[in-house]
């Protein structure tokens, strides 16, 4: 066994460290129980579909530690809520902002993280070849995976009047929905510019390694 073999167990234990730390320290004594819950669901189910893909379906390093870098954006923003996450207050403070914008990290996230994730499936899968098409498309399902958390945001707030202001964080800001979005295409778009190549080159040794 190669020391690059042997590292990568190493890896995945520290990934796995990393996540349920922060899950516990998120979870106890959040500042509302349902709003973190409802935040760190989709870290949760992102952890069951990464383990039970790992061996049919590894990811590059560089997706997992943008998947787990989302979770950990996940889990404080569940643990604080995203309207009081004290670091952003602070910052908030400091630059004057008339909101916490820990939330815009999120949304940001959320379309950095997946635009690597949906280009390593459609590449490795041959489902689109590198080049201008598989930018578009990736930047449409980031679009897509935006819309349909609002549609969720939506209806949440439908089911549980105002016990869903938490968990929409929208502070009394009226295009906070647009603005979501906005800067999910802008993390998709910055994602594909920013670690395109390296994202390439991970991808060939992944072929390479027969993975």
Known sequence: MTSRNKLIPLTAALWVAVYFVTLIWSG????DTLTWLLEVLPA??????????RRRFPFTSLAYFLILIHCLILMVGGHY??????????????FGWQRNNYDKLGHLAQGFVPAIVAREILIRNAVVAPGKWLSFIVVCICLAISALYELIEWWVA????????AFLGTQG?????????????????AALVLLGRMHDRQIRRLSENGD
């Open 173 to 189: 800001y009226i295009w906070d929905t647009q603005s979501d979005m906005a800067y999910a295409l802008m993390g998709a778009i």
């Open 158 to 165: 439908l089911a549980s009047g105002q016990a869903a202001e």
């Open 44 to 53: 949760m189910i992102a952890f069951v579909l990464l383990a039970v893909t």
């Open 81 to 94: 809520t995203y309207a009081e996450v004290p670091l952003f207050d602070s910052l908030g403070n400091y």
């Open 28 to 31: 106890i004594h959040p500042k």
